[in-house]
């Protein structure tokens, strides 16, 4: 949309016009119009705000359009998708010039070029929700946990491998090795069970619930009392001390104690109390509850990285005169982008050629786009754009880290 006339154009030409190219694009499509009860303020081709004579689409005075909205609800939701995707052809003419010609869009944009593109932000948030609902799409579709982890032709070529061990020697090799003898006759029994250990065929539902609720204990017990070991010592562990007394716990409660000793050795106890009931609710229902919560901060995370990498932009310019944050806010917001409809693009591609493949083809894309960014809209040389390339990586590869280690706290904090 490029605008019918100079005050349209002049009107849409500012930061704004996105938002403006909208509406007038809009206003030009054939629309019913329906009496309504409500009385414009000023008559027919005045502005409806204002009372200013209208030239165009848009009053001149006030930038209000001379729009009606009383007509079908349908019409008003094609103007929201239209406003929010631009179907109309902004975002069709934004996405190519932005995925594959990197620098270029971002370039003509601050250079002026705006009001036939989609705004930056805009095209920020259609791109992080499309990533989101793919992620979140994905998720929901996980393997069924009752089918069988071995195929019937895997099944019996592991059975046929297994009746092949010598059980005595295998048994005197781990007596040699100081194997206590009921461990070594459990060892057994499962090798004579061969492959319906693994299959689970012979576990039924409720033994099988059985089973991961003493797994889950022991987990719970083994946390409780790395946490609270000042209190184990005093034999008040709280609901699972029964447990750690009669040894059931198969984790080494002691060497997760030390690395808790050294990370948390100068916090609350009270504070280490909370984390350990939060940690039996994310154990009861399986990491769900974290995961929905990290589901829903992820998207606020990424939001609050914009402003980051803006920064960090600025910085690695701070010499140079004529740009501004605002500048770099635009590439932030467009190299963003591009990496969630990468993503989406991984996820698909991931399905087909496999899922490390895709992953390391767009590493490599991101940082020739980054390093394209830096060739076509700082106008920088190529030694330094690579090393600029390679500060941003290593910077925000920590910043990241630190991001993803506040979202999985805020996670489990939020329980």
């Known amino acids: 949309m490029s605008g019918g006339d100079n005050i349209t154009d002049a009107i849409i030409a ?43 689409p848009v009053c001149h005075s006030c930038g209000q359009t001379a729009e009606t909205f009383h007509r079908p609800i349908w019409d008003l939701v094609l103007d929201v998708l239209d406003g929010l995707f631009g179907l109309e052809g902004r975002l069709w003419r934004t996405l190519p010039p932005l995925m594959f010609q990197p620098g270029k869009l971002t370039r003509r944009y601050l250079s002026g070029t705006r009001a036939r593109y989609v705004m930056p932000f805009r095209l920020y948030l259609t791109a992080s929700v499309l990533f989101f609902l793919a992620v979140f799409a994905i998720d929901s579709f996980q393997d069924n946990p009752d ?46 069970r061969g492959s319906e250990v693994v299959a689970g065929v012979e576990e039924t539902d409720e033994e099988r619930a059985a089973r991961e609720a003493v797994s889950a204990d ?20 709280g609901s699972g001390a029964d447990a750690g007394e009669n040894g059931s716990g198969s984790l080494d409660s002691d060497a997760v104690g030390d690395a808790v000793d050294e990370g948390l050795a100068d916090v609350p106890l009270e504070v280490r109390e909370r984390l350990a009931d939060q940690a039996d609710r994310i154990i009861d229902d399986g990491g769900a509850s974290i995961a929905t919560s990290m589901q829903v901060w992820a998207p606020r995370l990424m939001f609050v990285l914009l402003p980051i990498y803006a920064l960090l932009l600025a910085i690695t310019h701070f010499y140079k005169r004529g740009y501004f944050f605002y500048d770099h806010l635009v590439v932030s917001l467009h190299f963003h982008s591009v990496l969630f409809f990468g993503f989406i693009l991984v996820l698909g591609l991931g399905a087909i050629i496999g899922s490390a493949p895709a992953g390391m083809a767009f590493v490599v894309w991101a940082n020739y ?40 706290l805020i996670g489990i904090l939020s329980v």
């Not at 500012?14 to 414009?40: C, M, N, T, V, Y």
């Not at 987990?219 to 008040?236: F, N, S």
């Not at 040389?381 to 630190?402: A, K, N, Q």
């Open 14 to 56: 500012d930061s704004a016009g996105g938002e403006l190219g909208d509406a007038i694009q809009a206003s030009r499509r054939k629309k019913r119009q329906r009496h309504s009860a409500f009385e414009p303020a000023y008559p027919a081709g005045q502005c409806s705000n204002c009372g200013t004579k209208l030239i165009g």
């Open 147 to 192: 089918s069988a982890i071995l195929s019937p032709d895997a099944r019996a070529a592991m059975d046929a491998a297994v009746a092949e061990i010598p059980l005595d020697e295998l048994d005197q090799e781990l007596a040699d090795q100081g194997i206590p003898e009921a461990q070594r006759a459990a060892i057994a029994e499962q090798l004579g």
């Open 218 to 237: 022991e987990l719970k017990q083994a946390i409780r009392e790395a946490l609270l070991r000042d209190r184990t010592a005093q034999g008040d562990t």
């Open 369 to 408: 786009y980054l390093y394209r960014l830096h060739r076509v809209v700082y106008r920088h040389g190529r030694f330094s754009s690579l090393l600029r390339t390679v500060f941003l990586d290593c910077l925000y590869g920590i910043i990241l880290f630190v991001g993803m280690m506040i979202l999985l």
